[in-house]
């Protein structure tokens, strides 16, 4: 056999290649703008983050590990080191199951922990060298700590002779991946960054880091002109106007701020004192060098971004905040008195910072008046804020920090403009405020109580700060539920939403006749307030974020009711984020642009068991074209106290709301109600609500979402629930169902794992309730995704008195299907994971994994006697309308178990189907046709041969109407018959599905099948847009098949692809226990048009035969699907006829399994040099790193590849 002319230039080149390979570190990219790399200078290593793409203006510069490690380089002392790794491969370690960056186990990221060690040690990870950071620079990352023998995280940055800590954290760990965003501040000159991870002794210490991004980071370049208002740097940048004079080197070469118009400013950085500010009573000036071990103690100052520089942190008590005031300055009005001030509030949500106004009018000291104010916790950064006043009568400013339980409250570079003019001083403190009771004023602002700090005080009672919000009224008059996030924002306490912005942004309550667009409040009138995002003075997150105090625990039916408006173009969000503790949960989101207009929206946020914040986050562009804008108004929280539990019922077809179900939140996954449009639609009409998991609306990280009832009384024994169910997409993941009883465990009743097709099914579980018991129990959906491209769905629940029917479908992966062994236990549900049961296969049919169970009777001679029986006998089904098939695998021992045999009892018991066949290494494919008006049982029975060692094994039962079709031949009309769409690890796990012209689908695909030629017929489908990085292939195998000299194959294939370039490629192989060997392929792009295709194969061996659909072109919206496939053993093809209409008939190709030396010595070379390749650690990324599918053959040491699936499972009807 020749090797195909188009595949020698490849192996020239992959030649080449392996011989010249450079390293990842070698390749530097170039940056510019925003998200430039940190202007590398010429001798050093940019990291190679864009992969040869030139980065837009504003991009960040940014690593997640796909392609290599651009330039992060483990520098560690230890066997406890980072490495680039993926979860694929090794699905069994402590490592994160998924990447961050694409979510499956196909991404990469850096990893330390893969060896236990005797003793603690540090795995370091360092940057290459950049070069230079503005002041506005952010490095964020994610991070997955996965064990708990992880003592300390550490992120430092060292620039010149000093190493700054950025941040540093020794737990407690959160499951799942994390984000971390640290300001940097400006650094001059070259600087490395280090992630490093301390673990425990004797423990593995797993760590994963991925997507690390420098935000912002980049000086901006020289101008010829700059834009209207703004400062022409000395150095040609253009800064914007409030970037001149506030503390910070915006140009690089800070001529920003030593310009003529700074000259007139007075700044106090309290390097040498208090400068002005020297009227202070509980603030005290310190710097980070030998400061107190308070893990939210700044780690440097701002002025000097240094841990040598100085700044004044409050250590006043806890009842009385520190106070600092200013000299008196004179009138400053009709000009702006402004201050600039840093503010650094981190560690308790408690903390606050405010800046008052006191003026002095001819006869006393008037009332201090509130400017600012900013509460809770804002990270540990230094946040730039800035005040302007315009005062007829001379004045002071006054700055109160006020320390919650564990918070630091600071202050640095307080910048005065030249406005601010100071009285001649006096002698003595400043009248009015160091008097007894110096807090006096600014405190009566608050009613004084007698409760301890945080309590609150109402009528008699003093509640405490866990009882505040809780959503159970303590007061009489429910002061204690007041300010705790239900709000028309009438009030200027604007219901105890406080904003938390760091950035130019910020949510500010505002008069609505004030807002421009849309001119009015939620409920229409011009008069009225909402909340509003408005420019800010920050120079941190541009995102303005608001806060509720916190809330809960709340019950299950809590819900948020509210108005938004949102005008955004082109980008821009509003976002509704649960805070509990470090975890962020995004549980709504509203993006681009709306009418203008309110638009009103109900988020469930169901029963949440720890205390949680609401948090708003909004983004938009206030520079942008056209009205900008965004606001929110007529908030209520709703049917939240954890009290108020209603049993409501289970049955539910949704059309009105979720009846007794609501989602958990233990991920940021969620079920949505929803209802039919475009490719989705419900079960009872087609046109109603169902209940949705989307993994991508809105983008989730967690591993899958909850749907639950609430705690039911049992109303029988026994009872049967039915729902429907829909599975659909090339990636989709396991659905599962389990019972929680008061007092007990969790028990899994029911699961589907991967695609069903584009159609719905019905499932039944009986439910089993111990008698005479009145527990409660409580019924739960649990969706668990693998990857992005595959949706779950449910609809029409019921439940009734009395057991279900026998189910029609069983994997055994949950439980036995209600199958009986006639009371003497022979047959067992086993696994093999443990590889300590019985006899029996390695692995199950369902996962193919040594996880998945299957049923095994022992066939020894000590187990059952040469001649006896052991018996599987099903629950009743109901009466067959029709003909029907059942199918089953079956996998028998090497050694002669004896005979299968397969009964249908109805009135009586008969024989339908004995095999007694030699067994193997595959499980193979049993089907019977029935016909029963009546109920019925299938018996399956094994008769013991009396031989040592051997066995027979049953799994994926399967209960379909009409005939059963030949082997390996299928029309598709009622489902696959047989062939295995199981997602193949090396191959990207991506499935084949299964559609019809007629079904909305949200993937393109043929308009009519070819068996029926109309939308309603069948066809197996697979669409090749998903096959991204990792993604090589789908396959669609058949059932084992005998050895044959000459057997005929044929198709009918549909292939289409919008481009020229875009070319979709359909293969058939031949897989044996040699190998793999394509025998017949074809490309394709769009021709609307079914093809026929035919293959003579042979093969000395049982083989499977294997439709691959792959890609020879960059991925795009494509489809490739299948229809009448017949394979007619034994018979030779015919030469192709005149087909009809635009039919095609594809080329002939016959091939054989084995062959001669030669062609294994060429299957060989194509494997080393074109096939798998095992990833390369740090090379570079036009090597090739992911695995990619061989033009011709592929996997010729297919058994050596082994890979180990993750746990899984799939069972029932």
């Known amino acids: 056999m020749s090797l195909p002319g188009h595949l020698l230039p490849a192996l020239v080149l992959l030649l080449g290649a392996a011989l010249t390979r450079p390293s990842a570190v070698s390749r530097g990219r170039a940056g510019s703008g925003q998200g430039q790399c940190l202007q590398a200078p010429p001798l050093t290593t940019c990291p190679p983050g864009y992969h040869g793409a030139s980065p837009t203006l504003g991009a960040p510069f940014t690593c997640d590990f796909e392609q290599d490690s651009c330039g992060w380089l483990d520098i560690s002392t230890s066997g406890y080191r980072w490495l680039r790794d993926r979860a694929g491969a090794a699905p069994e370690g402590p490592g994160p199951r998924s990447d961050h960056t694409l979510g499956t186990d196909l991404g990469w990221y850096a990893a330390a922990g893969t060896h236990r060690g005797r003793e603690a040690a540090t795995a370091v990870l360092r940057s290459p060298t950049l070069h230079e950071a503005a002041p506005s620079c952010e490095l964020s990352l994610w991070y997955h700590v996965a064990s708990g023998g992880v003592a300390e995280l550490r992120l430092e940055l060292t620039h010149g002779a000093e190493t700054l800590t950025l941040w540093r954290s020794s737990g407690p760990w959160v499951p799942g991946w994390q984000e971390l ?32 991004a420098f935000w912002s980071c980049g000086l901006p370049t020289p101008q010829a002109h700059c834009p209207l208002g703004h400062h022409h740097c000395q150095n040609r940048a253009c800064v914007e106007p409030h970037q001149l004079c506030d503390g910070e080197d915006n140009c690089g070469d800070r001529s920003d701020e030593d310009a003529p118009p700074c000259r007139h400013h007075t700044a106090t950085d309290f390097e040498r004192g208090l400068g002005l500010w020297n009227h202070s009573e509980g603030w005290s000036r310190n710097h980070s060098v030998g400061g107190p071990q308070h893990p939210a103690w700044p780690h440097r100052d701002h002025s000097r971004n240094s841990a040598q520089g100085f700044f004044l942190v409050s250590v006043a008590e806890s009842r009385a ?100 003019k100071p009285v001649p001083e006096v002698a003595g403190p400043p009248p009015g405020l160091w008097a007894p009771g110096p807090w006096s004023q600014v405190s009566s602002l608050q009613p004084w109580n007698f409760c301890e700090p945080g309590h609150l005080f109402c009528g008699d009672l003093c509640v405490p700060p866990e009882q505040l919000c809780d959503f159970q009224q303590q007061c009489p008059g429910g002061e204690d539920e007041q300010e705790c996030g239900t709000t028309d924002f009438e009030s200027p306490s604007a219901g105890g939403w406080e904003d938390a912005s760091v950035g130019r942004l910020q949510w500010v309550r505002l008069p609505a006749r004030d807002s421009g667009s849309p001119g009015v409040d939620a409920a229409g009138a011009a008069a009225g307030h909402f909340l509003s995002v408005q420019r800010a003075w920050g120079q941190l997150a541009e995102q303005a974020r608001v806060l509720t105090p916190t809330l809960g625990p709340s019950g299950p039916r809590c819900a948020l009711h509210m108005a938004y408006y949102l005008q955004s173009h082109p980008q821009g969000f509003l976002e509704l984020v649960v805070v509990e503790g470090s975890s962020r949960e995004l549980v709504w989101q509203a993006a681009g642009s709306s009418s203008g207009g309110w638009k009103v929206d109900t988020v469930l946020l169901g029963a949440r068991h720890r205390p949680f914040r609401l948090e708003f986050v909004g983004l938009l562009d206030p520079d942008g074209p056209g009205q900008q804008g965004a606001g929110v108004d007529g908030v209520t929280l709703k049917d939240c106290s954890p009290a108020a539990v209603m049993e409501k019922e289970i049955s539910c077809n949704f059309e009105r709301g979720t009846c007794g179900w609501h989602t958990g939140h233990l991920t940021d996954a969620h079920w949505h109600r929803v209802e039919s449009r475009g490719p989705g639609y419900d079960h009872t009409t087609g046109r109603g609500h169902f209940m949705l998991l989307d993994p991508t609306e809105p983008p989730a990280q967690g591993p899958g979402a909850h749907l639950l009832t609430q705690p039911q009384t049992p109303a029988a024994a026994q009872e049967c629930l039915s729902f429907w169910y829909h599975l659909y997409g090339p990636q989709t993941g396991t659905l ?102 019985a006899w029996g296969p390695p692995a199950d049919h369902t996962t193919e994994t040594a996880q998945g169970h299957y049923m095994l009777v022992d066939m020894s001679p000590q187990a059952l006697p040469r001649g006896h029986v052991a018996s599987l006998i099903s629950e009743e089904h109901r009466p067959l309308a029709q003909a029907a098939c059942l199918t089953f695998w079956y996998h028998l021992s090497l050694r002669n178990p004896g005979t299968l045999r397969v009964h249908v009892e109805e009135a009586e018991r008969r024989q339908v189907l004995s095999i007694s066949a030699h067994g193997g290494f595959a499980w193979r494919l049993g089907s019977v046709d029935l016909q029963a008006g009546r109920a019925w049982r299938v018996v399956f029975e094994a008769v013991a041969a009396g031989v040592e060692r051997s066995y027979v094994a049953l799994d994926d039962l399967l209960l379909q109407d009409g005939p059963c079709p030949r082997p390996a031949s299928c029309d598709f009309e009622a489902g696959l018959c047989g062939w295995n769409h199981l997602p193949w690890p090396g191959l990207g796990r991506y499935s084949w599905d299964w559609s019809s012209g007629a079904t909305p689908s949200r993937y393109p695909q043929p308009p009519v099948d070819h068996t029926l030629g109309t939308e309603a017929g069948h066809f197996a489908l697979f669409e090749t847009g998903v096959l991204g990085p990792g993604g090589r292939a789908a396959w669609l195998r058949s059932q084992p098949l005998p050895a044959t000299e000459a057997s005929c194959l044929r198709f009918w294939y549909h292939m289409g692809f919008p481009e020229r370039f875009y070319k979709g490629e359909l293969r058939v192989l031949l897989s044996s226990a040699r190998g793999q060997l394509a025998v017949w392929g074809a490309g394709g792009r769009l021709r609307h048009q079914w093809l026929e295709g035919q293959v003579e194969v042979a093969s000395t061996e049982e083989f499977q035969i294997v439709f691959e659909a792959t890609l020879g072109g960059q991925p795009a919206l494509g489809p490739i699907a299948l229809d009448d496939v017949e394979y007619l053993a034994g018979q030779r093809c015919q030469l192709p006829t005149a087909s009809q209409g ?46 990619t599918a061989a033009p011709s053959f592929d996997n010729i040491l297919f058994n050596a590849d082994h890979v180990t699936l993750p746990a899984s499972v799939t069972n029932d009807q």
């Open 181 to 212: 965003v640290v300001p940097t501040g400006r650094i001059q000159g070259d600087f490395r960054v280090t992630f490093s991870a301390t673990r425990n002794a004797t423990r593995r210490g797993a760590v994963a880091l991925d997507d690390v």
């Open 321 to 420: 905040p520190a106070i600092l005031s200013s000299p008196e300055f004179q009138a400053s009005a009709p000009k702006n008195c402004s201050l600039t001030f840093y503010h650094y509030l981190h560690g308790s949500e408690a903390g606050c910072l405010q800046v008052f106004l006191q003026t002095q009018s001819p006869g006393a000291p008037q009332p201090t008046v509130l400017l600012r104010g900013r509460h809770g916790e804002l990270g540990a950064a230094w946040v730039r804020d800035r005040v302007d006043i315009q005062s007829e009568h001379p004045f002071r400013i006054l700055l109160a920090g006020h320390t919650g339980p564990g918070g630091v409250v600071g202050l640095d570079d307080l910048i005065l403009s030249d406005h601010c």
């Open 736 to 837: 599962r169902l389990a019972m929680r009883r008061e007092g007990e465990g969790e028990r899994h009743l029911w699961s589907r794992s991967g695609t069903h097709g584009n159609r719905w099914h019905e499932a039944r579980a009986t439910l089993h309730h111990p008698q005479d018991s009145s527990a409660k129990y409580q019924l739960l959906f649990e969706g668990l995704r693998d990857g992005y491209h595959g949706t779950m769905a449910l609809d029409d629940v019921a439940v009734r008195p009395g057991p279900c029917w026998a189910p029609k479908r069983c994997s055994f992966e949950d439980s036995a299907c209600g199958f009986s062994t006639g009371g003497r236990g022979l047959w067992t549900r086993q696994a093999n994971a443990t590889g300590q049961g």
């Open 1142 to 1187: 635009n039919t095609a008939v594809a080329t002939l190709v016959p091939a054989v399994v084995g062959g001669t030396l030669l062609l294994l010595t060429l299957l060989l070379l194509l494997r080393g040099l074109v096939g798998r390749r095992w990833p390369q650690k740090g090379g570079c990324p036009s090597c090739g790193e992911t695995d």
